[in-house]
């Protein structure tokens, strides 16, 4: 089983992505893949091969789930919730989940 390595959407802040990074936390954001301002099918599908869960609070991610776009695993993060309630949360689905387990789910924080 393998560890899940996340890809962050534009709508996530920086400092999500420093937190993680501080609890090693392989995590990639949009900006940093050349994905700023690309579709929602084409950040999924990058993220989908370099095999990274898609951490987002786009419900249009949700809507490409139910269409049976296949993906590494999406994790939605309910608008305005806290840097600190993102990150905690995140990392617990990356302890207790592997990338194996995230293959085509959609995990809401």
Do not use: C, W
């Not at 995590?27 to 579709?39: E, F, I, R, Y």
């Not at 084409?42 to 869960?53: G, H, K």
């Not at 993102?86 to 990392?91: A, E, F, P």
């Amino acid at each position: 089983m393998s560890e899940i390595r996340f890809q962050t959407d534009e709508h996530i802040p920086a400092a999500v992505i420093a937190g993680l990074k501080r609890r090693r936390v392989d995590v990639l954001s949009t900006p940093l893949a050349g994905l700023l301002g690309s579709a929602d099918e084409e950040q999924l599908a990058f993220a989908a091969q370099e095999q990274r869960v898609l951490i987002t609070q786009d419900d249009d991610f949700l809507t490409l789930h139910a269409q049976g776009v296949q993906h590494a695993g999406i994790v939605f993060v309910q608008p305005r919730q806290s840097i600190g309630y993102m990150v905690r949360g995140l990392h617990f689905i990356f302890q207790v989940l592997s990338a194996e387990e995230m293959e085509n789910h959609v995990e809401f924080l």
